[in-house]
């Protein structure tokens, strides 16, 4: 019991510190934070000649300057641009103080197996495998060199499965940014540069967790395969890699600030058991919990939906974007999407509109404080 009650009040911190440190400011992407992953005493993946501290640094650096030369309207923030240690929850800090549009985590992989190769990319979520939970249980062992992490990580124990159900709460407040540029990267990787891609996918990364702001966190590729190992530590090998972050985050900022400049929407929703199109015009936005997507158009009344009320969707670059629900405020949004994600949609998340736009949450409060 005592347990349980520690579970459930880790849970009630962490959704009160997420549902409170939604970011996105503005409709341009002008501030963005990369983090080296480890660094100084923390060494991270080991190969035989090489350490992923020192890779993940040279690969940041390359890419952060690749932004500055050629997208001179984004800030570049580093956690470290040198050889020192840097604990998890702060980098988190440096990008929420920086009012970040993102945060690019980026970290060399290893396994067992010397034949493993390729990169993967992540977004916050609980894992769907054990294979990306332990990607996210060796990254997350980086707190062993931190001090009063018991306390700093509220009870998280990197080993424990059970320690990463709490990240199902909060998983997909930014999930869409976030794979939308990780499926960016991992497309640079392997159709620009000729690189094994694994994918994208989800898992519980303690440097992600307090950022406030969609992130994605890199694995470059294995240090264990000595393939692999020679072309990171290659001057070569980084210079494509970081070349290839750069051109999937340009492309993604291009996007960004064109989608929010003037995507309007044309939104279907349910009356009863007929749909019609309506093109809202209210003064306040309209909060809604976006549940599924889809590349074909599925009716309203698919079984799949039965038992969500108020449902809609609206068409966004050729995908049908599932929605339940009109609030006239944030709270009122959480509270349904609690009940969205325990009807089976996990990666349900709150999405708000403003006459027929999407628009960023923040911009969304702004309209709402100035009504």
Same mark, same amino acid.
């Given at each position: ?8 009040? #880790? ?12 970011? *996105? ?28 501290? @020192? ?18 309207? #984004? ?23 920086? !009012?970040?549009?993102?945060? +690019? ?5 290893? =396994?067992?197996?010397?034949? /493993?190769?390729?990169?993967?990319? $992540? ?7 054990? /294979?990306?939970? !332990?990607?996210?249980?060796?990254? =997350? ?21 059970? %320690? ?7 998983? =997909?407040?930014?999930?869409? *940014?976030?794979?939308?540029? /990780? ?18 996918? *989800? ?14 966190? +890199? ?5 264990? @395969? ?33 989608? !929010?400049? %003037? #995507? &309007?929407?044309?939104? +279907? ?20 919990? &976006?549940? $599924?997507?889809?590349?074909? &158009?599925? #009716? ?9 009320? /108020?449902?809609? $969707? ?16 944030? %709270? ?29 949450? %923040? ?9």
């Amino acid at each position: 019991m005592k347990r349980l009650l520690q579970t459930a009040i #880790v849970l009630g911190l962490v959704f009160s510190l997420h549902s409170g440190l939604l970011a *996105q400011k503005g409709s341009k992407v002008t501030v963005v934070v990369i983090d080296a992953g480890h660094g100084g005493k923390d060494p991270g993946a080991l190969g035989k000649h090489s350490k992923e501290k @020192n890779i993940a640094l040279a690969v940041a650096l390359k890419t952060g300057a690749y932004i500055e030369k050629y997208l001179p309207d #984004v800030k570049v923030i580093y956690t470290r641009k040198t050889d020192r240690f840097v604990a998890l929850y702060k980098r988190a800090e440096i990008a929420n103080k920086a !009012n970040a549009y993102f945060f +690019i985590s980026i970290h060399c992989n290893s =396994n067992k197996d010397s034949r /493993a190769h390729g990169s993967e990319t $992540y977004a916050m979520g609980l894992h769907k495998s054990n /294979a990306n939970l !332990n990607v996210a249980m060796k990254e =997350n062992a980086a707190i062993i060199f931190e001090e009063d992490a018991q306390n700093t990580y509220e009870g998280f124990d990197v080993n424990s499965p059970e %320690s990463y159900i709490r990240f199902s709460l909060f998983q =997909n407040i930014f999930l869409d *940014q976030s794979i939308d540029l /990780a499926n960016k990267i991992e497309m640079q990787f392997k159709e620009r540069i000729g690189r094994k891609s694994r994918g994208v996918h *989800q898992a519980g990364f303690l440097v992600l967790w307090r950022t406030a702001m969609p992130g994605i966190l +890199i694995e470059l590729g294995f240090l264990s @395969n000595p393939s692999e190992e020679r072309f990171l530590m290659s001057e070569k090998g980084q210079v494509f890699m970081a070349s290839a972050i750069y051109r999937a985050f340009k492309a993604y900022k291009i996007e960004f600030e064109k989608e !929010n400049k %003037s #995507v &309007q929407v044309k939104e +279907i929703v349910q009356q009863g058991n007929q749909t019609q199109t309506v093109k809202p015009d209210s003064t306040m936005p309209d909060y809604r919990v &976006q549940f $599924y997507t889809s590349p074909m &158009q599925l #009716v309203l009344s698919d079984p799949r939906f039965k038992n969500l009320p /108020a449902l809609s $969707y609206y068409l966004h670059n050729g995908i049908y974007k599932y929605t339940s629900g009109h609030f006239n405020s944030l %709270s009122l949004a959480n509270k349904h999407l609690s009940e969205v994600r325990s009807k089976g949609f996990s990666d349900a998340f709150v999405v708000a509109f403003h006459r027929g736009r999407r628009i960023t949450l %923040s911009q969304a409060r702004e309209i709402g404080n100035r009504n």
